[in-house]
């Protein structure tokens, strides 16, 4: 069973940076695509960025491209999610999520999930 732990949330000005982390239990060929999603109060969940365990291949949502940066450490079973110049609108939970389909954008194409962690932007 694959388990998923975020970390790295918290609160922070406007302009500022966060680091999230997701650290896997293990790897399968099940989760061959890494994704965070987040999840603002009355919002429905939205992909932000995305990673394949083997290329390194990444995709953006419009809205973070340029301020944030997803990586990973193979070695490590982790994947990063670097948040800089941070807005309020950026405030949300977020989720880590793994699954087969290179650059799936939808919930639904995950398999694994994990519990979340909170971001919370101040302006």
């Known amino acids: 069973q694959v388990q998923l732990v975020e970390s790295g949330g918290g609160l922070v000005q406007a302009g500022g940076s966060l680091r999230l982390f997701c650290a896997a239990s293990t790897r399968t060929s099940s989760m061959y695509y890494m994704g965070w999603f987040r999840q603002g109060p009355g919002k429905e969940r939205e992909f932000v960025a995305g990673i394949d365990w083997i290329a390194g291949i990444t995709h953006y949502v419009d809205s973070v491209k340029g301020r944030f940066t997803i990586s990973r450490d193979n070695a490590e079973n982790t994947v990063y999610l670097q948040m800089n110049i941070l807005k309020p609108e950026d405030t949300a939970v977020y989720l880590c999520?793994?699954?087969?389909?290179?650059?799936?954008?939808?919930?639904?194409?995950?398999?694994?999930w994990g519990q979340g962690t909170q971001v919370t932007v101040s302006s």
């Open positions: 999520a793994g699954g087969v389909i290179l650059g799936s954008r939808s919930a639904s194409g995950y398999q694994y």
